[in-house]
Structure formats: C-alpha cells, structure tokens
C-alpha cells in the first residue's frame, strides 16, 4: 500500500486538512497522486471562499475578534486594560526569581544591554500594580492583552511570539481566592466561546496553590492565588488571584485545528489560510 508521501501530508495540512484525511493509503502510486490532487483543489477552494469571507465580511482576523471578545468580557467584569513596554529589563525577570539558573532563562530572547523581550506578562503587571495598589482602593482589577516572546522547539502548540491575557485582581477575601479564580476562568472561557474545559488544581511546595485550565492535553491557561513568595520582591503585601491564557491556544481549542502557527501572528498565513495556494 502508498500512504501519502510526508510532503504530501504537509502541504494537506497546511491547507487545513482534518488529519485523518492524510492517514490514507493506495493500491498504487497514480491513485495516490490522482487522490491528492483532488483533496489539494478541493481545500484550495475552500481557503480562496474563506479569504473571500474575510475581504468582503469579516473584514478581521479570529485572533484580533478574540482579543476583543475577552477585552470586553473583562471590562465588563471591572478590569481595567493596560498596555506595557515589550522590552523589559533583566532585573525585573529576576524579580520573578527567573534568573540565569531558571528553566525559562534559556527560552528568553537577549537584547544588548541586559533587556529582553518580554517573556510574560506579570512583571510589568507586578511594577504597574505597586502604583495603582498605592493610588485606588482595592480591589484593584487591571488585565493586559499582548505579545510574548520565548524561544521554543517549535512544536504544533508552542508559537516563539503568542498573544498573552494576563489579568490580577488584588484586595479580595482570602477564603474566596480559589472561587474567584475559577470564577474568572469562566469568564474569560464564555467570552472565548469555549464551554468545555477541566479546571486542574495543583498545590507545589514552591509555587503554592495553581489552577490550569486545559482540554485534553492542552494547556490553555494558568493560574496562581497570592500572596505568593514574590511578592515581598515587589514590596506588595495583599491577597490576589492571576490567570495567564494563550490567545492562539484558545483559538485553535475553538477551531479544533491542531496547527497553532496558521492560527497565530503569521506572515503565511491570514486569518488561519495558508497563502501559498496560486
Ligand atoms: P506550556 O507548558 O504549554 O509550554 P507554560 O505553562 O510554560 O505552557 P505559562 O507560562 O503558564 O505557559 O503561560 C500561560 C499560557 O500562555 C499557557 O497556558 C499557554 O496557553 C500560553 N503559552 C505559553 N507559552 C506559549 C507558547 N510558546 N506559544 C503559545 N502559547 C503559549
Ligand atoms: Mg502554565
């Protein structure tokens, strides 16, 4: 039997083939070309219907829909948006104990002069949340929708630049943390168009109480309950709870693709259509 050749299933894919369709296999290699070349067309149609839809419709790709659905569902929560620097000092990741030792130390992308890219956003929501505790009362809500940047070994889930929410809310009664969290994991999921996801809870002796929210396999968001032992590098003493969701995750959890990069910031791709299709 012939099974589609590896750059046959590439490009089958690439096009936004379910992944059963490439695990065929033919008497003969004419059939299997013949095959393929019917499949090719077909989802080349498709994509042209699709970037069709987006000219004259849609007009904006999911991913910036997304971000919009979720920035309103939290501002409708009372979270406040902000927007920070992309480039971050080195001594701010060390306040986050991520040091030159640190796992994620190897995955962050240097610049001269001991700044980087940002790897996340809680350092700059740490610094922003010192000023604001000191200025309004608590709670204090604020969220941030933005580029992250880590060096990965390019898998189907993992992008070198995805989009990142992350949001905290400070001052809130300590029985209640767990609940909140959970609470706004919800919130942030309904507005995804997501309804089903586990809540997976862990207690590590480093880290503290952590939620995940996943499906399956896949890590959509993380969560945390404060105080935590970072804190005390921020000078903030208070009760809080944080999440940090995958924008590109949560889209391709929705659109039940496998392929995070067509869905994600892309210079092949528009609006999860493969561009090479002429
Ligand atoms: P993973 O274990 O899946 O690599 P993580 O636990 O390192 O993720 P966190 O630091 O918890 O990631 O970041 C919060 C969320 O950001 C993750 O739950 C995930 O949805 C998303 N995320 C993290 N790294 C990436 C990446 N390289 N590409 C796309 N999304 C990512
Ligand atoms: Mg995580």
Redesign the pocket.
């Known amino acids: 039997m012939f099974p589609f050749t590896d750059g046959q299933k590439r490009r089958l894919l690439e096009l936004g083939a379910v992944p059963s369709v490439c695990g065929a296999e033919f008497a003969f290699p004419t059939q299997r070309e013949h095959q393929f070349k019917i499949l090719e067309k077909e989802l080349v149609n498709e994509s042209k219907l699709k970037l069709q839809t987006l000219r004259e419709q849609t007009r904006r790709p999911a991913l910036l829909i997304l971000q919009q659905d979720i920035e309103k569902a939290l501002c409708e929560e009372g979270f406040v948006q902000v927007s920070t620097p992309l480039i971050l000092a080195k001594k701010l990741l060390e306040k986050m104990s991520i040091g030159d030792e640190h796992a ?1 130390s190897s ?1 962050v992308f240097w610049l001269e002069g001991d700044r980087c890219l940002r ?2 956003l809680a350092p700059n929501l740490y610094s922003l949340s010192i000023d604001l505790l000191r200025i309004w009362e608590k709670p204090v809500r604020i969220f941030e929708i933005g580029s ?1 940047f ?1 060096k ?1 070994s390019q898998g189907s ?8 929410c ?1 949001l905290v809310e400070w001052g809130l009664p300590e029985e209640t943390r767990m609940t909140r969290v959970k609470e706004l994991a919800h919130v942030v999921m309904t507005a995804a168009g997501i309804e089903e996801y586990d809540l997976k809870e862990t207690d590590s002796e480093v880290y503290g109480p952590s939620l ?2 996943v499906q399956g396999d ?5 969560g945390n309950i404060g105080p935590h032992f970072l804190d005390v590098n921020w000078g903030i003493r208070s009760t809080w709870v944080g999440l ?7 889209l391709m959890t929705r659109q039940k693709t496998n392929n ?1 990069h067509c869905v ?1 910031k892309s210079l092949s791709y528009l609006d999860g259509v493969r561009l090479k299709i002429n």
């Open positions: 994620l995955q790897p996340m992250c880590r990965e889930r993992h992008l070198n630049e995805f989009t990142m992350n995940d929210v896949t890590e959509l968001a993380s940090g969701f995958g924008l590109e995750r949560l995070i994600g």
